[in-house]
């Protein structure tokens, strides 16, 4: 069964700064990775995703992630945090059930940016 | 293009009590989600459809939880009767499912959920 872990359940940072987000998998075969962004009381917006290709992959509001097969980790960069980022991070992998396709997500990361 | 849609935003109930949630995907989408997300947790799928029918349904709570997509477009989840435990928002997603658009990697999307709260 596929799982994902963030280990990180808070974490704060001074705007500005760089972010790092962790993430690891588990999955049986070739995993298919996103990260989303949740504010509060929005749904779910896709940062960016991995199937194949450049392990380093880039995204939507300056964001990117690396993929490492090595360490089943999919983590999550920022180089610059903005106010404007403060929300909940939620890692997903993707895989297959009986209709071909399910994600299951992470227990999030909650970022506060600090003034 | 409009976005998926869903209604309430938001429901109080008492335990016991019925409640019903409504979902409109993008249009065009096949594939159609329900997920349950806990407050400090992430999201679990309850249930997928495939236009109006049900491909996997594992993670529903059979004996109070029921959901239905009639015409394969919209679709509606029920709790009935609730318990406290329900509390949680409820999202719903829909994936665009066509030729060359197939496998995990296509991206769902997701509305802004129903937050539910029993009292």
Known sequence: ?115 | EAGVAQSPRYKIIEKRQSVAFWCNPISGHATLYWYQQILGQGPKLLIQFQNNGVVDDSQLPKDRFSAERLKGVDSTLKIQPAKLEDSAVYLCASRYTGTGTSGPHNEQFFGPGTRLTVL
Not at chain 1, 60 to 72: C, D, L, P, V, Y
Not at chain 1, 79 to 86: C, F, L
Not at chain 1, 100 to 114: D, E, I, P, Q, S
């Open chain 1, 1 to 115: 069964a596929q799982s994902v872990t963030q280990p990180d359940i808070h974490i704060t940072v001074s705007e500005g700064a760089s972010l790092e987000l962790r993430c690891n998998y588990s999955y049986g075969a070739t995993p298919y990775l996103f990260w989303y962004v949740q504010s509060p009381g929005q749904g779910l917006q896709l940062l960016l995703k991995y199937f194949s290709g450049d392990t380093l992959v880039q995204g939507i509001k300056g964001f990117e992630a690396e993929f490492k097969r090595s360490q089943s980790s999919f983590n999550l960069r920022k180089p610059s945090v903005h106010w404007s980022d403060a929300a909940e991070y939620f890692c997903a992998v993707g895989g297959y059930n009986n209709a071909g396709n399910m994600l299951t997500f992470g227990g999030g990361t909650r970022l506060m940016v600090k003034p």
